[in-house]
């Protein structure tokens, strides 16, 4: 317990060296660093750039050196830096906030698992407040590939969600899953079986489309609460 506790007290520590002015700009000095392009760098930029990363890096350095007054020459190479690199921070910052507050992870896309052994890793080992939602399907069986581009919509509205998806075939467990239930969706958290649905376009209309979907999964309660749209370029645009 003590070596855990020890363990936690140093993750506290190391986190705290980026709370705060200063350690927002130095944080944001080490990713400007690792961003440019240190082949075509001139090295007197290089080196300053490298300084300005590392103001505690020397065991020489005081604590007046470490927290020092950004100098002029610092403040015009950061008022120059691009839009880009500064959208891309900001994006990472959050990442990690929303990580730390237990969130979860964000995903992109839907996944594809190429066995049954992916399919129970998938299900044992993901984030404990993380949705899981597995399509199994077969090529050729009515509903299954409408419903693979519906879940390829949801998945980038639902970034919390993993969404997966795994041939019948592959997933070593074909006798179970004929034709006649397919496609099926099972929806999974912390690694309890939370929605069973075989055949579950017989849920929908003949042409269903995302928002049938996702209506359908909502009715049990099965997503989270959805992002609003918008809300990362908020986040990049934030001064």
Sequence with gaps: IARKMSDRLLELEESATHTGPKGVIN????????SMDQ????????????QMSSPNKSKDDSRGSLNRKMSVQEYEMLKEEDEGCLKKYRKRCMQEMHEKLSFGPRFEGVHDLDSGEAF?????KEHHSTVVVVHIYKVGVKG???LNSCLDCLATQYPTVKFCRIDAVSSGAAERFSDDV????LVYKAGELLGNFLACTQHL?????????EAFLNSYGLLPEKELP??????????
Excluded at 27 to 34: A, S
Excluded at 182 to 185: A, Y
Excluded at 230 to 239: F, K, L, P, S, T
């Design 144 to 146: 299954c590939e409408e």
């Design 182 to 185: 397919l496609p099926t969706l």
């Design 39 to 50: 082949e075509n760098l001139p090295s007197a930029k290089k080196e300053l750039l490298r």
């Design 205 to 213: 209309s003949e042409e269903f489309f995302a928002t049938d979907v």
């Design 27 to 34: 944080d944001w000095r080490r990713f400007k660093l690792e």
């Design 120 to 124: 129970l890793e998938v299900i044992e």
């Design 230 to 239: 918008g809300a990362e370029d908020e986040e990049n645009d934030v001064e």
